[in-house]
């Protein structure tokens, strides 16, 4: 519980849902009939709603960006570092929006939600979802909301890519883009760690082929085994030795198979934690909406050509451990936005907490970060 | 990268520095530059500013490239001394600078083709080992030069390919490279007077080029 709510904090914040019964077609072909999308905001919409923000999250984020849901919640949301009064995205001059994306677990339509047409989970049968149908789901969301362009679209990892699906898709409607840690396309070895994950889930027996919420049950060994090697990836080398070294957890060797390291019981205790709050077939859902992610790929594989329409200015962000989407791949958004001529800034922060540096507020990330939204606060009518 | 520290800041609302108004000055409107080694983007938010310059810098220091974002100039961190292959296709600039940098880098006869290679002209400035106070120190003195312009001890400087104004120019007859202009100014940046332009190698404290692949 947060004993006092600190004054940059956005203080006790409520998610919300907006239904939408006109339907939705997505890039798979399938139909979503209706959906619900949850969602929180922080700030304040100026009067010509010329400040407005959206937030796009990560593989197991979720709308809960920032401060606290009530004085019970132990957390702050998963961004609380960066968004609040007097912060980097600094909730005194931007409306800040933060959807759950369409296939998560955390209120919008997913797989743990109803299928209205049968009555039942939608489980395994809710519909394999991409960042273009994210995209197309936030413009929808954006009318209803009633806003018409967003002065900025920013987010990490697989947040990062749905902004550039964002300066893709609707060139027009977004005046700058902040695009952290993120890649222009998985590569092998990124799809090949995503494999072994949704392996680990779908060949637990209690996976049930996706029906396991009918069955009352959860694929648990099988959701931890993926987060326990996702979390593997997030970290770099470096920050695993400095926070575990070959620390052992009882002093000494146990000779047996159970827990000797103390590397081994955190990673068990990411497993289990993440177990408790996330959903396993979102799990498997989000991880192909990574694969599939190749915007490129409908401009004859010319990134340049696909980021051509756009007049958002860009800040890319990097840092040099992060071994998931390394600097090289945000080198390659880099080159095409030069060979498109665009605004854009490039930032490789020197950081050795590998690809989840993204999450924490490193100085001289904060102070780009900050120094950057300024500008765009300034340049608001 | 800036070897010569706080002599590259020019203080808001004075006048540009007068060798970067010398660039300026010979740089056309609505052209697309790169500023390789920007600093904290001074040069480029007068370019976009006066002249209206599509201007993207590089720079490696984590505190101008804090600068440079809040000037809202377009800045990508980057070691010079990787290239720019990572970045730059083949002749996507009008004008490729380098202010005070050429002597800081690792390979300067590599960089000044890949400015060639990405830029039409390119244009650089670097102090004149060849200067007469320089020449005093190491000539009569026997020590390494310490000057204004090179404030560093021969240990700890970051100059590690200092050259002379003759220098410069045999390096760019061997790599066929047309010198279209050129420039010396004192070491606070004054333009030179006759004698300075009439004796450059001796008397002209930072050398100014303007050069492009011999056609």
Request: charged share 20%.
């Amino acid at each position: 519980m947060p004993e006092t709510i600190a004054d940059d904090s956005v203080g006790i914040v409520e998610t919300q849902i907006i239904h939408f019964s006109e339907a939705l077609t997505l890039e798979c072909g399938k139909t979503l009939a209706e959906y619900d999308i949850a969602y929180e905001t922080y700030g304040e919409l100026n009067a010509d709603a010329s400040n407005a923000v959206l937030i796009c999250h990560a593989l197991s984020g979720d709308q809960h960006a920032a401060g606290y849901l009530s004085m019970d919640d132990k957390k702050a949301g998963w961004w609380d570092s960066a968004i609040g009064p007097g912060k980097a995205i600094d909730t005194r001059h931007f409306f800040v929006v933060s959807i759950n994306n369409l296939g998560g677990c955390k209120g919008s339509s997913g797989p743990n939600t109803i299928n209205p047409e049968t009555g039942r989970y939608w489980g395994p049968d809710f519909p394999i979802v991409t960042v273009k149908d994210w995209t197309l789901c936030q413009y929808h969301f954006m009318k209803a909301i009633n806003i018409d362009h967003w002065c900025a679209v920013i987010g990490g990892s697989l947040g990062g890519m749905q902004v550039l699906q964002w300066t893709i898709d609707y060139p027009e409607l977004i005046r700058n883009a902040v695009v952290i840690a993120a890649a222009p396309k998985l590569s092998a070895q990124n799809i090949a760690f995503n494999e072994v994950a949704r392996q680990s889930i779908m060949s637990d027996p209690d996976f049930c082929d996706g029906h396991y919420l009918e069955k009352n049950t959860v694929p648990r060994r099988g959701l931890m085994l993926a987060r326990m090697l996702g979390h593997i990836t997030y970290l770099s080398d470096d920050a695993m030795r400095n926070k575990f070294g070959r620390e052992l957890r009882e002093g000494k060797l146990n000779f047996g198979f159970d827990v000797d390291f103390q590397v081994e019981s955190y990673l068990r205790y990411q497993g289990r934690s993440f177990v408790d709050r996330f959903d396993a077939n979102t799990y498997l859902l989000m991880t192909k909406t990574l694969d599939y992610f190749d915007p490129a790929s409908e401009y004859g594989d010319d990134l340049a050509r696909a980021l051509s329409q756009t007049s958002a200015h860009f800040l890319v962000i990097s840092f040099t451990s992060d071994w998931r989407f390394a600097p090289e791949r945000s080198r390659e958004i880099v080159k095409a936005l030069l060979q498109a001529e665009k605004q854009l800034s490039y930032i490789e922060i020197e950081a050795n907490q590998g690809h989840d540096a993204f999450l924490i507020p490193i100085p001289h990330y904060m102070n780009v970060f900050a120094s950057h939204m300024k500008t765009i606060a300034g340049a608001l009518s | 990268m800036s070897p010569l520290g706080e002599h590259l800041a020019v203080a808001e609302g004075e006048d540009l520095r007068a060798d970067l108004s010398i660039i300026a000055d010979w740089i056309k409107a609505d052209s697309k530059v790169l500023d390789l080694g920007c600093g904290d983007g001074t040069l480029l938010a007068y370019l976009r500013d006066r002249l209206n310059v599509l201007g993207y810098g590089l720079e490696i220091s984590p505190f101008n490239i804090e600068d440079c974002v809040e000037k809202n100039i377009n800045v990508i961190q980057a070691d010079l001394n990787n290239g720019l292959k990572d970045y730059f296709s083949d002749n996507s600039f009008d004008y490729v600078i380098m202010s005070q940098t050429l002597q800081a880098t690792e390979q300067p006869d590599l960089l000044i083709e890949e400015m060639l290679r990405v830029g039409k002209e390119g244009i650089v400035t670097f102090p004149n080992m060849a200067h007469w106070r320089a020449r005093l120190q190491l000539g009569l003195k026997g020590v390494m030069p310490v000057t204004k312009n090179l404030p560093n001890e021969w240990f700890n400087t970051p100059n590690v390919h200092l050259c002379t104004l003759n220098d410069f120019e045999v390096l760019c007859k061997r790599h066929d490279i047309e010198i279209l202009q050129r420039t010396v100014v004192d070491h606070s940046h004054r333009k030179g007077n006759w004698l300075m332009n009439l004796l450059p190698n001796l008397l002209g404290e930072i050398a100014i080029y303007r050069f492009c692949r011999n056609t």
